[in-house]
């Protein structure tokens, strides 16, 4: 019960990454200091996924300020369109006024 306790606090790229380093490859070492495939296709892993991890964040950034300027210029051209209509209908009144 300890075990799952602990694996549910984990983040699941760490998850991955060990079961890709445990089951997917084979076993090294670790404890003779011999470099492996496996510690290199890890590291590569890791770095990857901090690429991607920064890369989402700001992607992110940017789309929530794009959809801030997006929602400034749809409020700005409804207010000019609001003033369009208000405009046509005074020039209309005017026109009925000059006919008269």
Same mark, same amino acid.
């Given at each position: %019960?300890?075990? /799952? #306790? +602990?694996l549910?606090? +984990?983040? &699941?790229?760490? =998850?991955? @990454?060990? &079961? =890709? ?15 492996t495939v #496996?510690?290199? *296709?890890? /590291? #590569?892993? $890791? *770095? ?6 920064e890369?989402k964040? !700001? @992607?992110q950034? %940017?789309?929530?300020? #794009? ?12 207010d /000019?369109?609001?003033l369009?209509?208000? @405009? $046509?209908t005074? +020039?209309?009144?005017?026109k009925?006024? !000059?006919?008269?």
């Amino acid at each position: %019960m300890e075990a /799952r #306790q +602990v694996l549910t606090m +984990v983040p &699941f790229s760490t =998850i991955a @990454l060990h &079961f =890709i380093s445990t089951v997917m490859q084979p076993h090294c070492c670790l404890e003779h200091g011999v470099s492996t495939v #496996q510690e290199d *296709s890890l /590291r #590569q892993s $890791e *770095s990857k996924t901090k690429e991607l991890e920064e890369e989402k964040n !700001r @992607l992110q950034k %940017m789309t929530t300020a #794009q959809h801030t300027q997006l929602d400034k210029y749809k409020k700005m051209s409804d207010d /000019r369109q609001s003033l369009a209509e208000s @405009l $046509e209908t005074q +020039v209309s009144a005017l026109k009925k006024v !000059r006919v008269l």
